[in-house]
């Protein structure tokens, strides 16, 4: 599958600061891709490169195969940033409507197309309400809707289930799947890492304005499994002891262990069968994102103030 999306070597300075520090990472069409670090790493200063807002120092981006001409490409652009778009005393409808014609809609496509989101998310009732008379779960639901409704082919969700409730949360997860699976590609930036799990194809994840993690989630929960395992008996084993594993917790039948180096899960296996004790349940245990995330901000972190202390 192409990239839509190349970034090459970027960098922005503000002052001494490097807030993009030669970053560089593809994202492929129709993908939802995750885009994470910690506050002040530098994910909202690549987003407002991506997006035209601001520009590199140095580097380059490619959108579809061409260099990004901010002027001509954010039309195909969706973005939805963390922080409320919206104008507070205009009605929900006309602001749609407005919206939607500042990128590049008629005003027919744009009154049919708005009918159809406003549908579809239960926001028909809404059209003459004023955005500061809405709750923070319909101000994001609408911040939504006119992120998509032009039909782009990049979207950039900053925090998008922010003040959602669980009901309206699944129902815009469902429109996400929807639409990167009608070819759209989904930029997701969250500090929630079990959201990431559950959406994200491939993550990149930056700190201190450098990349330090770039791959498909499963492939990197894989890189940094520890070789735990959850296995289940129905009865207690008669002898616990063998140089294959560690017993690190214990819950009645239910044990998690640790294979040592050497060993294969095939070798706790026999270990136990030989005891004729039954397994009922034997599951590699991987580490979550957010566990990955905290090991790595904190190894960059650590590894930023010695480097700080020699100079």
Not at 10 to 36: H, N, P, R
Not at 155 to 162: G, K, N, R, T, V
Not at 240 to 253: I, M, P, R
Not at 258 to 264: A, E, L, P, R, T
Request: contains cysteine; neutral net charge.
């Amino acid at each position: 599958m192409s990239a839509i999306l190349q970034l090459q070597h970027l960098k922005k300075y503000y002052a001494t600061q490097k807030a993009v520090d030669d970053i560089t990472f593809e994202i492929e069409a129709g993908s939802i891709f995750g885009l994470l670090g910690p506050n002040g790493a530098g994910k909202t200063t690549l987003l407002r490169m991506i997006t035209g807002i601001i520009y590199p120092d140095e580097g380059s981006i490619l959108f579809d195969g061409q260099s990004f001409n901010p002027m001509a490409d954010t039309i195909k652009i969706g973005y939805m940033p963390e922080e409320r778009g919206l104008y507070k005393k205009m009605k929900i409808g006309e602001q749609a409507l407005y919206l939607a014609q500042l990128k590049g809609l008629s005003r027919s496509e744009a009154l049919s197309k708005i009918r159809f989101w406003f549908k579809k998310l239960e926001m028909e009732s809404w059209w003459n309400k004023k955005v500061e008379d809405l709750s923070k779960g319909m101000s994001q639901k609408l911040q939504f809707v006119t992120t998509v409704l032009h039909e782009p082919k990049l979207i950039i969700l900053d925090e998008p289930f922010s003040g959602l409730d669980p009901v309206n949360a699944n129902l815009i997860k469902d429109e996400i799947y929807r639409l990167a699976q009608q070819g759209s590609t989904v930029i997701f930036s969250t500090h929630r890492m079990e959201q990431v799990e559950e959406i994200c194809n491939h993550i990149v994840l930056v700190n201190l304005g450098k990349k330090i993690l770039d791959g498909k989630v499963q492939d990197i929960k894989q890189q940094f499994k520890q070789h735990k395992f959850n296995i289940v008996f129905d009865s207690m084993p008669s002898n616990l002891l063998h140089s294959s594993f560690t017993v690190l917790q214990q819950n009645n039948y239910d044990f998690t262990l640790s294979i040592h180096d050497g060993f294969k899960s095939n070798d706790v296996l026999r270990f136990f069968i030989e005891q004729q004790v039954n397994v009922v349940a034997f599951n590699e245990i991987l580490p979550s994102l957010n566990d990955i995330f905290i090991q790595l901000v904190e190894s960059t972190h650590s590894a930023a103030r010695r480097f700080q202390t020699v100079a």
